[in-house]
């Protein structure tokens, strides 16, 4: 089941709509998908999601994180405001992530849906864990969580490609942030990759954003990544 047209997920990490759709008029037909999170869809809503699922698949990186219920409603309206793929936490426990794969196998009778788990944030790293995870390195959070969504019955998940040599063992449909070309600065994320490290080593796709909104030939720059996949 294809999820992506291609493996790179531009993530639209502006303020506006108006700037979010100059940026789809000049690539949306190079990208594989597109990302938007609370940033466009806390201000524009589900007209947004809908229209520009009609220009490339998109992802809804709300990051749910709450309990059963709730989190459910969130995804259900996700989808049916034109998601493709929709993140939540695997902190959120087995009960939650159970009752959300019996909804994506729902879904997936009406259209191609993924439902992707986030581990661990790519931002974070050893040093900045809030206290109480300290007792673990970055690669056992992962570890465990990832363990965790595979009991659950979900196939999705998002994590940093420093994790992949491991969970490559479990036939995840693994989605990788903190994407950088080699000329790039890692800036904010702190586990960072690049595109043809992570797919030689296991991602069925990539999210850029920086490396693509800052170019000056976005075009160049995809095509460039998709080379190098």
């Not at 990051?63 to 034109?82: C, L, N, W």
């Not at 661990?120 to 056992?140: A, D, G």
Request: overall charge neutral.
């Amino acid at each position: 089941m294809t999820f992506v047209r291609n493996p790179v997920i531009l993530a639209l990490d502006v303020d506006t709509i108006e700037d979010a759709r100059k940026i789809l008029d000049h690539v949306g037909d190079m990208i594989g998908g597109v990302k938007v999170g609370p940033r466009l869809v806390y201000k524009y809503g589900a007209s947004l999601v809908q229209e520009f699922s009609e220009i490339a698949p998109v992802f809804v990186d709300n990051k749910y994180f709450d309990i059963p219920s709730t989190m459910e409603s969130a995804v259900r309206a996700s989808f049916q405001a034109g998601a493709t793929l929709v993140t939540v936490h695997a902190l959120a426990g087995l009960v939650a992530l159970t009752g959300l794969a019996a909804l994506e196998i729902e879904l997936n009778r009406i259209r191609p849906f993924k439902i992707l788990a986030v581990t661990i944030l790519t931002s974070w790293e050893n040093s900045s864990f809030p206290e109480n995870f300290h007792s673990w390195t970055v690669e056992n959070h992962v570890r465990s969580l990832s363990q965790l969504v595979y009991r659950s019955g979900l196939r999705g998940l998002v994590c940093s490609g420093h994790e992949l040599e491991f969970l490559s063992q479990k036939d995840f449909f693994k989605v990788v942030p903190g994407i950088r070309l080699s000329s790039d600065e890692a800036q904010d994320q702190k586990r960072v990759m690049t595109p043809k490290q992570a797919m030689k080593s296991g991602a069925q796709a990539l999210v850029v954003g920086r490396t693509i909104l800052k170019s000056t030939q976005p075009r160049q720059t995809i095509l460039e990544i998709l080379e190098s996949c």
